[in-house]
């Protein structure tokens, strides 16, 4: 393993990250800012390889390195423009009670990442599609390599996103000979940014609690080293309606640009992602007509929400399947020919509830996590029936992605119940996470811990008076 290509990568993510960041005026606590910087920086510098292949340059260290270097020059613009000396945060350490649940969360990390990096890639649909080309792109220093003479017409991988090709032709390059270690870069980012969040909203212990609960669902948590396009897909999704929230929250037309451009990368990572946006515009609308927006601001917004992931759906069909995969594709051959009969969105809605949720297989999968989810809403619909706005938005987001799926189930046949649907659920699971974050149940139990837990002390000083 090559460490200093790990860390010159690691500190490339996190500027480009912070560069992007910077370039939409995003602000946030230190820590979830550095998290949000590197998760950030993983996209963005998974277009180098095309980049170089664009220019007819041997795909090869070298010129993957420059390439890496000039993209990660080019988001690091805004960071030397209005450059400060940087100041270390304060350390806060975790609570005593806290410790318990993470160690057990550090324990499964290191599991992930010790698989992700000593294990090869081993899913089907990798080895039959971005591994391969990346592989063979490794190999033979062009991505348009002999692997396409091969009979290739049992599989359609190949014609998925540049996204996890890109990242393993440098990581394989740079780092390691299997690459994947930048699965580990989002996973582990990630699940420290939900705990910060999580933490601001409730006590510490049940916010531990939540955290070990959403780290323990098996098929989720097997995706941390299983390197598919699913958790990254998950994550920007999730994190595109997080800033969408805050913009309806304070009205920043930055976090509204930022928010539209984390769908853009979702939907770079899973094409079929654009359909569950487009279910976003209701929502959009609703909002904008309270509001009272003038129609020509409704426009532009919508315009903003629209073109940017339109852009990056354009980016996969148009530029990297036409110019690098030498295969002809013919989009329409995976569109269901049978439009009329939309029947097949309810049945594939049903299927959903008894064969992947509420059935003894989606405790296999999920855990107890989308019944504990169920238990706390049902709870605050009978007992308070008040929800604040990030709890409104993150149920409407899981309706989006549950209503979603049947539409995509609908629309493209490919999109199976048993993989393509089953995965597409990991995009509800946060938003879970963020509903129970703002439960009004969990805040007030939260507020009970946090009132017996600071009064004690008080009342034992008084007894002693």
Not at 333 to 360: C, E, H, K, M, V
Request: hydrophobic share 55%; net charge positive.
């Amino acid at each position: 393993m090559n460490f200093a290509g790990l860390i010159y990568i690691l500190v490339a993510h996190y500027l480009a990250g912070k560069g992007l960041l910077k370039l939409f005026g995003v602000q946030l606590k230190p820590v979830p800012f550095f998290c949000l910087c590197m998760i950030a920086g993983v996209p963005l510098l998974s277009f180098a390889p095309c980049f170089v292949q664009l220019l007819h340059l041997p795909v090869d260290t070298i010129p993957v390195f420059i390439a890496v270097t000039v993209i990660t020059a080019a988001f690091s613009i805004p960071l030397w423009r209005n450059f400060k000396r940087p100041q270390l945060p304060k350390i806060v350490f975790p609570a005593l009670y806290e410790w318990p649940y993470l160690i057990v969360c550090l324990w499964f990390t290191i599991f992930s990442v010790w698989r992700c990096f000593y294990y090869p890639p081993y899913s089907r649909d990798m080895l039959a599609g971005p591994e391969l080309l990346a592989e063979f792109a490794v190999r033979e220093k062009t991505m348009i390599s002999s692997v396409f003479t091969v009979d290739l017409s049992t599989s359609n991988n190949y014609f998925k996103s540049p996204f996890i090709t890109g990242l393993q032709i440098i990581y394989k390059l740079l780092v390691c000979p299997f690459g994947q270690l930048w699965l580990s870069v989002l996973f582990v980012c990630f699940i420290v940014w939900l705990y910060n969040m999580l933490r601001n909203r409730l006590h510490p212990i049940l916010a531990s609690l939540l955290l070990l609960i959403f780290f323990a669902m098996p098929e989720l948590f097997a995706y941390t080293f299983l390197m598919l396009y699913d958790y990254s897909n998950m994550i920007f999704f999730f994190l595109g309606f997080y800033f969408l929230i805050r913009y309806l929250e304070n009205k920043k037309l930055n976090e509204f640009a930022f928010s539209a451009f984390l769908f853009g990368l979702a939907t770079y990572i899973r094409t079929e992602t654009l359909i569950l946006i487009t279910l976003i515009l209701p929502l959009l609308l609703f909002y904008f007509y309270r509001w009272k927006l003038p129609v020509k601001s409704m426009a532009y917004n919508f315009g903003i929400f629209l073109l940017v992931p339109i852009a990056f759906y354009i980016i996969n069909i148009q530029v990297f399947i036409r110019f690098f995969i030498p295969i002809p594709f013919d989009l329409s051959q995976n569109i269901n020919p049978d439009l009329g009969n939309i029947s097949a969105i309810f049945r594939r809605l049903q299927d959903i509830n008894t064969q992947l949720i509420f059935t003894y297989k989606g405790i296999a999968l999920y855990g107890y996590f989308v019944f504990l989810f169920c238990a706390v809403f049902i709870t605050d619909l009978i007992w308070l029936r008040r929800f604040n706005l990030e709890s409104r938005i993150a149920l409407y987001a899981i309706m989006v992605v549950y209503f979603g799926l049947g539409i995509i189930g609908y629309l493209l046949p490919l999109a199976d119940l048993q993989n393509t649907t089953k995965r597409g659920l990991f995009k509800a699971l946060p938003l879970m996470l963020l509903y129970m974050a703002n439960s009004g149940v969990l805040l007030r139990f939260s507020a009970f811990i946090k009132d017996w837990e600071y009064a004690k002390p008080v009342q034992k000083v008084q007894k002693r008076k």
